[in-house]
């Protein structure tokens, strides 16, 4: 079953009945159903070709964090690469609730992933919905969905294009510095709508796209939708934001529909540097490491004014994270507009409200030349300082 459709062939509607009859059957307790839950079984082996090879060296400038229900149902997602530094997401979400859902999921995952892996060229988001919606109709699937085309916007930056488009899904949140929206792709598809308007959107880092099924939202919220969207949108902007999904998000709470999330955000390309921040060398050169780096990237008279502001987050760190010598990683993005820097520790000391307003202290001066800072918790443990510089292209020309 799964090998003809990893290669993105459509299979006949009435045959993959048949084939998940089967499947169901053999997975039902003998003697009858008591109502107990079932263990979930192990997810079924996907044959056929693998997926597309990256590039060697090649990096993603995206990273997903997926998160279902332990047990198996019908809600799910993918991350899937295409051609020409293009990503496709999906999230699924069969009709229904509950295992019996899971092999319909898992045929409509694996047809996206080989259909994905036939072109030789990026398909538009309207093109895949269609032949999404023909696979659903000729295998008799009903589904909500959700599409999203990921693509690098230029060489030498960290920024992407996004375009999405849904039928029945909610809308994704989007993080963009201290601020959570909705982006509106939800019910923009149907019989009608040969050409509706899509959600395109240019994305700077530092960003955060979160994908949540119905099932989720409304447990989160207590039952209406709005409520589960509030509290995702206040874990974004919160302290806790880098708490991994599985801990953010599970329950002990029955199951009531199928759950699934998806959490995108950039990756840094490689720019990265680890250091001991008591050791005061290594401390100068990774100030001559971020100002090399940030020239060509911001303008000649901003290179020093980001050096002393990422020096005194080392100090900060050295300070307040570990009273002492530990390590610290710096990453850097780029944006069109922004220059951004993280400063992320591994420490048990907690950075206080007093210690990042305080007039004379080091976020003084880090606030005196960045254009926005925002502070969060690290997991396992420690602290993340994130600098954002604003960058005009103007002034990089003008200044090699």
Same mark, same amino acid.
């Given at each position: 079953?799964?090998?003809?459709?990893?290669?993105?062939?459509?299979?006949?509607?009435?045959?993959? &009945?048949?084939?998940?009859?089967?499947?169901?059957?053999? +997975?039902?307790?003998?003697?009858?159903?008591?109502?107990?839950?079932?263990?979930?079984?192990?997810?079924?082996?996907?044959?056929?070709?693998?997926?597309?090879?990256?590039?060697?060296?090649?990096?993603?400038?995206?990273?997903? =964090?997926?998160?279902?229900?332990?047990?198996?149902?019908?809600?799910?997602?993918?991350?899937?690469?295409?051609?020409?530094?293009? /990503?496709?997401?999906?999230?699924? +979400?069969?009709?229904?609730?509950?295992?019996?859902?899971?092999?319909?999921?898992?045929?409509?995952?694996?047809?996206?992933?080989?259909?994905?892996?036939?072109?030789?060229?990026?398909?538009?988001?309207?093109?895949?919905?269609?032949?999404?919606? &023909?696979?659903?109709?000729?295998?008799?699937?009903?589904?909500?969905?959700?599409?999203?085309?990921?693509?690098?916007?230029?060489?030498?930056?960290?920024?992407?294009?996004?375009?999405?488009?849904?039928?029945?899904?909610?809308?994704?949140?989007?993080?963009?510095?201290?601020?959570?929206?909705?982006?509106?792709?939800?019910?923009?598809?149907?019989?009608?709508?040969? &050409?509706?308007?899509?959600?395109?959107? *240019?994305? =700077?880092?530092?960003?955060?796209?979160?994908?949540?099924?119905?099932?989720?939202?409304?447990?989160?919220?207590?039952?209406?939708?709005?409520?589960?969207? *509030? *509290?995702?949108?206040?874990?974004? *902007?919160?302290?806790?934001? +880098?708490?991994?999904?599985? &801990?953010?998000?599970?329950?002990?709470?029955?199951?009531?529909?199928?759950?699934?999330?998806?959490?995108?955000?950039?990756?840094?390309?490689?720019?990265?540097?680890?250091?001991?921040?008591?050791?005061?060398? =290594?401390?100068?050169?990774?100030?001559?490491?971020?100002?090399?780096?940030?020239?060509?990237?911001?303008?000649?008279?901003?290179?020093?004014?980001?050096?002393?502001?990422?020096?005194?987050?080392?100090?900060?760190?050295?300070?307040?994270?570990?009273?002492?010598?530990?390590?610290?990683?710096?990453?850097?993005?780029?944006?069109?507009?922004?220059?951004?820097?993280?400063?992320?520790?591994?420490?048990?000391?907690?950075?206080?409200?007093?210690?990042?307003?305080?007039?004379?202290?080091?976020?003084?001066?880090?606030?005196?030349?960045?254009?926005?800072?925002?502070? /969060?918790?690290?997991?396992?443990?420690?602290?993340?300082?994130?600098?954002?510089?604003?960058?005009?292209?103007?002034?990089? =020309?003008?200044?090699?």
């Amino acid at each position: 079953m799964i090998s003809s459709i990893e290669r993105g062939r459509r299979s006949p509607g009435p045959g993959l &009945e048949a084939r998940l009859e089967a499947v169901l059957a053999a +997975d039902a307790p003998r003697g009858g159903s008591t109502g107990a839950p079932t263990r979930a079984s192990p997810p079924l082996p996907l044959e056929g070709p693998a997926p597309r090879e990256l590039p060697p060296g090649h990096k993603l400038p995206i990273s997903a =964090e997926s998160w279902v229900r332990p047990e198996q149902g019908g809600a799910g997602n993918a991350v899937v690469p295409l051609l020409d530094e293009a /990503w496709l997401v999906a999230a699924i +979400d069969v009709a229904g609730h509950g295992r019996r859902l899971y092999p319909k999921l898992q045929h409509v995952l694996g047809w996206l992933r080989g259909w994905a892996n036939a072109q030789v060229s990026v398909p538009g988001v309207h093109g895949i919905a269609r032949q999404l919606e &023909e696979e659903l109709a000729a295998s008799r699937i009903e589904a909500a969905w959700y599409l999203a085309l990921i693509q690098t916007a230029r060489a030498g930056s960290d920024e992407v294009l996004y375009t999405g488009l849904s039928s029945s899904y909610p809308e994704p949140l989007l993080l963009e510095g201290a601020t959570a929206r909705s982006v509106p792709s939800a019910d923009r598809w149907g019989a009608d709508a040969k &050409e509706r308007s899509l959600s395109h959107v *240019r994305l =700077e880092p530092p960003w955060r796209l979160l994908v949540g099924s119905e099932g989720l939202l409304a447990r989160l919220g207590g039952g209406p939708e709005s409520g589960g969207r *509030r *509290r995702l949108r206040r874990w974004l *902007r919160g302290a806790e934001r +880098d708490r991994p999904l599985a &801990e953010t998000l599970a329950a002990d709470l029955a199951v009531v529909d199928d759950e699934s999330a998806l959490l995108i955000q950039p990756r840094h390309a490689g720019t990265e540097l680890t250091l001991d921040v008591g050791d005061s060398a =290594e401390r100068d050169r990774a100030v001559r490491w971020i100002e090399r780096v940030a020239r060509g990237r911001v303008g000649r008279a901003q290179v020093p004014c980001i050096g002393r502001a990422v020096l005194e987050a080392l100090a900060n760190a050295r300070d307040h994270a570990y009273q002492g010598p530990g390590r610290v990683t710096l990453r850097v993005l780029t944006g069109a507009s922004s220059f951004v820097v993280e400063v992320r520790d591994a420490g048990r000391g907690r950075l206080t409200v007093e210690v990042v307003s305080k007039s004379d202290g080091g976020f003084r001066v880090m606030r005196s030349v960045a254009a926005s800072i925002d502070v /969060w918790k690290n997991h396992p443990r420690g602290t993340v300082v994130t600098l954002t510089f604003g960058r005009d292209p103007a002034d990089v =020309e003008t200044s090699r």
